[in-house]
Nanobody
Framework: QVQLVESGGRLVQAGGSLRLSCVASGRTWSIDAMVWFRQAPGKKREFVAGALWNGSSTKYADSVKGRFTISRDNAKNMVYLQMNNLKPEDTAIYYC??????????????????WGQGTQVTVFS
């Protein structure tokens, strides 16, 4: 099993920045992809960004390209989501997810077995 714990969510003004963190523990050797999803009230959970553990690939949703950056610290088993120029529509619960994906980064939430509890990001204008 792999355990994921997110942190860093808070209330922030539009145009501001925030960095989310996710730490993995347990059988971390069994995963090669770590991603971020988000779910806004009344909406489906959606893919935000993902990265392969070996650094060979990253992927972003069109809605966050140019504003969000995903990064990893393999030594600490952590993945980060740097969010800049935040907009009210970025308001959501942000989830970290992971799995062994053999070099792929699916954008469907069904593609990931391990999930954190989520961290709330609220952007006000």
């Amino acid at each position: 099993q792999v355990q994921l714990v997110e942190s860093g969510g808070r209330l922030v003004q539009a145009g501001g920045s925030l960095r989310l963190s996710c730490v993995a523990s347990g059988r971390t050797w069994s995963i090669d992809a770590m991603v971020w999803f988000r779910q806004a009230p009344g909406k489906k959970r959606e893919f935000v960004a993902g990265a392969l553990w070996n650094g060979s690939s990253t992927k972003y949703a069109d809605s966050v390209k140019g504003r969000f950056t995903i990064s990893r610290d393999n030594a600490k088993n952590m993945v980060y989501l740097q969010m800049n120029n935040l907009k009210p529509e970025d308001t959501a619960i942000y989830y970290c997810a992971a799995d062994k994906r053999w070099g792929e980064l699916p954008i469907e939430d069904s593609g990931y077995s391990y999930w954190g509890q989520g961290t709330q990001v609220t952007v006000f204008s």
